[in-house]
């Protein structure tokens, strides 16, 4: 949740590099299905968030990786998650 308090601070470098080398790893080794989609819709959101060049692009990879999750889940973030993908093609 460290990821988080940078985020909001602004410092999406960081918050990305936590949740990318730090959270998303021990995600997958746990094979924690909901965490996983949660920790990559996130890193797309904080790619959105940052906007740098290619930075859309790999956004909507983690996006799409969170929604197929979700809808395989059938969890209700799955609707949120399509919704952000929505505005993100739309921009």
Known sequence: KIADVFQARGELDEALRIRQEEELPVY???RSAQDLLV???K???NYLARGAAGDRQTAL???NLALQDAQRLKLPEAQ???EIIRQ???Q
Do not use: K, P, S
């Open 28 to 30: 997958e080794r746990l």
């Open 39 to 41: 920790c990559r819709a």
């Open 43 to 45: 890193i797309g959101i």
């Open 61 to 63: 990879e983690f996006l």
């Open 80 to 82: 949120q998650i399509a």
């Open 88 to 90: 993100a093609v739309n």
